[in-house]
């Protein structure tokens, strides 16, 4: 009888641990390949995102990246011009960024009078046209028009005055993009879906 209670007891415990595991992994599959949390620690993408918002960061969209192996996974579709992206900082790998893709590799950008211009058009959509920009850095200066080299893109804040991007240290290279940022899901009165 004793026998009996301590090989279900080991029972019990095995499937505890069993499940726990499989948990584990699955969390950890999820967290790598399809959606990761990230927490907004600046002010430079208000009024989009604020400090202390928790959002979900699809990684699917562009393709997951592996990790260990610098493996991409094929995209369901390339970054474009308007996307709010989560990056790898080019000047500090151990950090991510966030901030919105204004251009595209190949493509020309200028700040003229708080208006951004991609090859020579002013951007009209309402997510950059409602926004003041400001000619700062050295990719930024007033009639300066740069271009954005072959596989990386241009991104600025919303916030154009209190934001570090790449006005100041350049472009994004396309295998440093985690994935999307696509929805708000902390404090509960902010949740919605990013714009």
Do not use: C
Not at 44 to 52: A, I, K, P
Not at 63 to 90: C, E, H, S, T, W
């Amino acid at each position: 009888m004793s026998q009996q209670k301590d090989t279900r007891k080991k029972s019990v415990i095995r499937e505890w641990v069993e499940s726990l595991l499989i948990a584990f992994l699955l969390a950890m599959v999820i967290r790598i390949l399809i959606v990761e949390p990230f927490k907004i620690p600046t002010g430079s993408m208000r009024t989009t995102l604020l400090e202390g918002d928790i959002i979900l960061v699809n990684k699917f969209t562009y393709g997951a990246r592996i990790p260990l192996i610098n493996f991409r996974l094929p995209g369901i579709r390339q970054p474009k011009r308007g996307d709010v992206i989560v990056f790898i900082y080019p000047l500090d790998e151990k950090k991510n960024f966030i901030k919105r893709l204004v251009a595209l590799s190949g493509e020309t950008v200028e700040i003229k009078n708080g208006t951004v211009y991609v090859n020579d058009k002013p951007l009209l959509d309402p997510i950059f046209n409602q926004r003041y920009y400001y000619n700062r850095g050295d990719f930024a200066q007033e009639g300066q028009k740069i271009e954005v080299p072959k596989g990386s893109y241009f991104v600025m804040g919303d916030n154009s005055a209190s934001s570090q991007d790449s006005r100041y240290w350049g472009f994004v290279p396309h295998k440093s993009i985690v994935g999307k940022a696509m929805f708000i899901y902390w404090p509960p009165q902010r949740m919605r879906l990013i714009r």
